[in-house]
């Protein structure tokens, strides 16, 4: 069978992970070129969402250059969600260039490109419980080791930028109690960084 020559790899990168980079090296060692889309592209400022699709974008590429990718094998482009399935794959269509195949693991992605008579390929996890976002962020907002869960590019930008302490933020609420949780949470994360 034919190598495909292009393919595509779908994510929200809230933030990029080792297991994103992992998914996207593997998905390289596929095809020629790849199509990245930053799915839910206009979300930012949310607690499961606090990047904007630049500041994504902007991770990826410091992260895929960092893992020595030529920049000249893939393309990053943000694609905002239509919340209507039975649209969604026609709606990325029209946002990006033509692709072969699709790498995910996701069960609605793969379902909705198979429907649009697409081939659809899985990619060998990465430890999938530990490298995942929601996990990166869960450890951010209890001042746990979340470093070692992204690439060291996206670390330094997290901190560099400011992103921790937007996370943090938008983690508060109007609940006194929540509020004194995550002041406890972040004190302890600035005793730790203290003494690295």
């Known amino acids: 069978m034919a190598k495909p020559r292009v393919g595509a790899y779908v994510g929200r990168f809230q933030p990029p992970h080792r297991g994103h980079i992992h998914a996207i ?87 909705l490109f198979k429907e649009a008579g697409f081939e659809v390929r899985p990619i060998p996890f990465l430890e999938r419980e530990k490298y995942c976002a929601t996990e990166v962020r869960r450890r951010v907002l209890n001042s746990g080791d979340w470093e070692e869960l992204v690439p060291p590019a996206v670390a330094r930008l997290m901190k560099e930028r400011g992103w921790l302490e937007r996370m943090v933020e938008l983690a508060r609420t109007d609940n006194p109690a929540k509020n004194r949780l995550i002041g406890t949470q972040m004190a302890r994360k600035s005793a730790w960084e203290g003494r690295n």
Do not use: C, K
Request: aromatic residues 10%; without cysteine.
């Open 25 to 111: 090296l593997y998905a390289l060692s596929q095809v020629d070129e790849l199509v990245i889309i930053i799915g839910s592209a206009q979300y930012s400022h949310e607690d499961d969402n606090p990047f904007t699709a630049g500041e994504r974008l902007e991770m990826l590429r410091a992260a895929l250059d960092e893992a020595g990718v030529d920049r000249r094998r893939y393309l990053i482009i943000p694609v905002s969600d239509t919340h209507v399935h039975s649209i969604w794959v026609s709606h990325v269509l029209a946002y990006t260039p033509r692709f072969d195949v699709v790498f995910t693991n996701e069960p609605l992605t793969a379902r």
